[in-house]
């Protein structure tokens, strides 16, 4: 199983510190953990925090090859505010994960093929990684594309929206994200289950993913819906929980696991990532074989 990730790799400022982070790296590294075979394919500058991405990626356990270097721009960093758990984002523009080049990129993957691709709104920002993303969609092929949109600050609108929806086999998003799309490409606020109905409709969409905080989460999946409770955990920080919660849903439904199972294990993960400090934390291997397919990789 291998999985492209593309987007941001950013350092999350929190407190002072800086954590290596961006939804596209959390989910690789997540999947990677899970025993996919992940890559990410981002741009780092040549600068200090370049550097140290691109030696705790190895670290880390990805493959650095996708790593394009864009010399007179720097590392993309995000300033976060937490305020009870909860993240707030103050994210710098003009790096180098906005200038993403589809030629540097289809020169590394080469004849490689991968099983999903995944993509955000972040990277599409700047119309250099937009085009790049655009040009991979033409040129080359996956069983499954996932848009997890992380809406972000107001780094997104309309045609972005649109054509990434048009891009994705599975779109994953949360309760905030949903009222947003559904104003702004239908003119309405509809209830949950009227709105993911019209996308999965609209955008020939084969799976909705919507996480919704305590309330759950649930999956639309070719006009069926699973559902399951939240997990009853001591909130640390929800940093990079989305982003688990994605890796161990795609990771099992690409190993053939049911609708039901790949649903319990994201809810499982992105408990566990919010239960502990910063987007990243060590998985236990408790964690690991809960949330992990039940059947070898091929």
Known sequence: MKILSFGEVL???IEREAHLGGAPL????NCSRLGAEANILSALGTDELGAS???QIAALGLSTEHLQ???DKTTGRVEVSLHNGQPSYAIRTDVAYDYISA???LNSIKEQEFDLFYFGTLAQRSSGSRQALKELMQQLKFKELFFDCNLRQDFYYREVLEDSLNYASILKLN???LPIISRMLYKSQMQ???ACRMLAHDFDLKCIILT???EGATVYYEGQRFKVPAEMIDVADTVGAGDAFSAAFAVNLLAGQSIQKSLESGNKLGAYVASQNGALPSLSPEIKQACSPKQQFD
């Open 11 to 13: 350092f999350d400022l």
């Open 103 to 105: 030629n540097a990129a």
């Open 53 to 55: 991405a691109r030696e």
């Open 192 to 194: 949950s289950q009227e």
């Open 69 to 71: 270097e864009i010399s």
């Open 212 to 214: 919704a905080g305590a």
């Open 26 to 29: 959390n989910f690789a590294v």
């Open 175 to 177: 309760d905030e994200e």
